[in-house]
């Protein structure tokens, strides 16, 4: 068979998922390669002939095995759907096959979506690749994504975001993973977690990769009822087209953000890149979100609060595998089903959920969670420039604003995506053991973006040749490319940086 240039791209990726299937990022791959190389030489030919199907023609995308196929499993990373083939395949799956891109698996992930590492899977951990005898994490919980880019298995992935779980690992992994905007990119066929925060997400090894697969799987679906529709869609864009543009960033530094646990080597590349992003002409500016030391605590309120509701489902009679003895003592017919089939942290955020939903709990934590949750969102409308494009604002006049006060407000906030650097992995069962709740604290800088439903993406910064940290850029609901933007500017100033030490 004679390859052309996409054909011999998915040939070493092929050759790289052997190589790397130690390391766990895969739960299930196509195990025949000899189809993707002919639909690879087909997209050869339709490129040749410049009638490509899309940008993407040929490519191979990995699936996070929480996203529906019809083809292959969907497991969850738990043994409670560990045999579960769907009857359909999500939008967002649907959408790249039409555009030519290749699903060649599903990759690992925490069970269900739930964790920092991708640690909590019935089919083991995922291991990054720095050095086999202390593998450390790869982030959570679309690790299997994240490293199946960043080790050549693939190229590109698909994730699922709830509260950092595609720019964590992308931080990690040196990888690029964006986040839309809540409700940009269909839900329909992706298993839930908690309905208000879950986002299908885009990991690649560059901004380019990244925007090159989200321009395929955006776009309104009637079957998602989270899907933004149409009109707001419109309503977005005719906001975004009147504002001006190849202006120079106005950059928003969060004070809150600059915590003392930061890691020392983070700290100092955020301030470089904020230096090296002044010197190209962009503008810094200092702001405060001040309910940002709040947002973490109502997050582990409210994403498990859905999922206990979403996961009731898997008892066995609905959904899920059965237990062998499925009564316990007391005669609950599901009891030893759950017990058995679902992990320690999923039954740990169900019982939590279980609670903060309970008539003596819900206005002490759930209903303060959502108040808090609206204090983030007002946070950040007060900070952007642009105004959230689907909330009502009183009118302007000539007399009540002078120029200075409409062009107050910032386009974009740069943070860092991770308090520290990934920690080995033996590290973590200690801590699981000793205190489960230390792993949370990783999604401080993540989780804000995320009850506010708005778009950010982890730009890599590379420490060593395994190691990396992240820089996370967060702009207004709507403004993902914006984001993307700055995203591909920011990768510009880090390589001229890099170029010139």
Known sequence: MSLGRIGLQAKQCLQ????????????????????????????????????????????????????????????????????????????????????????????????FGMGSHSVNSVHGPVKSGSDPETPRSVGGSSGGSALAVRTGQCFAALGTDTGGSVRLPAAWTGTVGFKPSYGMVSRWGVVAY????????????????????????????????????????????????????????????????????LHPSIHNHWSRALQSLQRKGH???????????????????????????????????????RASNDRDESNVLFSQTRGQNLGPEVRRRILLGSYTLSSTAINNYFIRAQKVRRLVQDDFNRVFAMKHPLLEHPKETSSSSSPEEKESGVDIILTPTSLNLPPLLSSLQSDSDNDPTKQFQEDVYTVPASLAGLPAISVPVPVNDWQHVGLQIVGQYGDDDMVLGAAKELEAVLKDAGAGN
Do not use: W
């Open 194 to 261: 908690a309905n208000s925060l879950d986002t299908v997400g885009v990991m690649a090894r560059c901004t380019a990769g990244v925007k090159q697969v989200y321009n395929i799987i955006r776009g309104h679906d009637p079957r998602d009822p989270t899907s933004t529709s149409s009109f707001a869609r419109s309503r977005i864009q005719s906001q975004l087209s009147s504002r001006p543009t190849n202006k120079p960033f106005r950059i928003g530094i969060p004070r809150e953000y600059l915590l003392k646990e």
């Open 16 to 111: 790289n998922q052997l190589d790397y299937r130690h390391l766990g990022a895969f739960i299930s791959l196509t195990t025949n390669p000899d189809p993707i190389l002919q639909i690879c030489q087909q997209a050869d030919e339709r490129f040749n002939n410049v009638q490509p199907l899309s940008s993407i023609d040929g490519q191979l995308i990995a699936i996070k095995d929480n996203i529906c196929t019809s083809d292959q499993p969907t497991t969850c990373a738990s043994a409670m759907l560990q045999s579960f083939i769907s009857p359909f395949s999500a939008t967002v799956v649907e959408k790249l096959t039409a555009a030519g891109g290749i699903v060649v698996g599903k990759t690992n992930l925490d069970e």
């Open 283 to 321: 503008s810094l500016d200092l702001i405060t979100l001040p309910t940002t030391k709040a947002a973490l605590a109502a997050y582990y309120v409210l994403a498990p609060a859905e999922a206990s509701s979403n996961l009731a489902k898997y008892d066995g009679v609905r959904f899920g595998n």
